[in-house]
């Protein structure tokens, strides 16, 4: 991750309001000053990014970059909490900064209303310690994904359409880590599945974006064990977890000649 980690000393309300994990011993002090003084990136500020960035500010993550180009719509507001009715018409980071700052005021939000590609994106990745896709279209996804192979990002990665979510990491900061594109080739004929087209159980995306919001805070401590090398599928309606292996694909024309 981006160089030295300032120690943060925790004031006397920090102590209070992070208690709950400080009383954990696999997070402690510790763990709360690395949270404090970590930067994630979060793009998308729909369905997964709204508990994503929610559950982030709550546990003090110290700044969070969240991007989303999109207003905030009624038909937004049956799943995409960190938004409201009073919001409808906003820009959805400007919409969240607001939910993000009610919860945490501590919590550095920077929005960037924008669809970031390219030299953009590659920069904002540059400058996380870890990235959450939180996004809803293949080519958004693979974009995210060449920029944390590039600059050695961990990468978490969501996704739920009807009653299907999965998620899974990518940690390129290891080499024998797949990447997005070892799992899902951009030349496969994959099916384009979209909320607005397909519909989304309201509680599915809370589900996967919780699962993201963990393995990013476990993997901005250095605490546990994260879903590298394994993605989980969830069917929310018979609400059956499976849990597949999964390996580095040496051809991938993404990460093979890393
Ligand atoms: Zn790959």
């Known amino acids: ?20 994990h400080i009383l954990l011993p696999e997070i402690g002090i510790e763990g709360q000053q690395k949270l404090l003084a970590a930067r994630a990136l979060v793009i998308g500020a729909g369905g997964l990014g709204s508990p ?7 546990s003090g993550v110290g700044r969070i970059t969240l991007c989303d180009h999109d207003k905030v719509d009624l038909t937004n507001l049956q799943r995409q909490i960190a938004h409201d009715t009073t919001t409808i018409g906003q820009p959805k980071v400007e919409s969240a900064r607001a939910a993000l700052a009610r919860i945490n005021p501590e919590a ?29 279209n293949f ?29 899974s990491v990518f940690d390129l900061r290891q080499d024998s880590s797949p990447c997005y594109h070892c799992l899902f080739p951009e030349e496969g004929d994959l099916e384009e599945m979209r909320c607005a087209v397909m519909g989304v159980f309201a509680p599915l995306v809370g589900i996967i974006g ?10 901005l401590m250095g605490v546990g064990e994260t879903l590298t090398g394994r993605l989980l599928l969830l069917d929310a309606l018979s609400m059956h977890w499976r849990s597949v292996k999964l390996k580095r694909d040496p051809a991938c024309k993404v990460c093979g000649a890393r």
Not at 1 to 20: A, F, T, V, W
Not at 139 to 167: E, M, W, Y
Not at 210 to 219: F, H, R
């Open 52 to 58: 994503v960035s929610l559950y982030l500010a709550a």
């Open 108 to 136: 550095q939000v920077v929005p960037v209303q924008e669809r970031v590609e390219g030299a953009r994106l590659e920069a904002l990745v540059e400058a996380a310690d870890v990235v959450i896709d939180a996004t809803d």
């Open 1 to 20: 991750m981006g160089g030295p980690e300032p120690k943060i000393d925790l004031n006397d309300d920090q102590l209070l309001r992070y208690s709950r």
């Open 210 to 219: 919780s699962v993201q919001a963990a393995e990013a805070l476990k993997l």
């Open 139 to 167: 080519a958004t996804r693979h974009a995210i994904n060449r920029a944390c192979v590039k600059h050695r990002r961990p990468l978490v990665s969501g996704a739920g359409v009807r009653f299907d979510g999965q998620v």
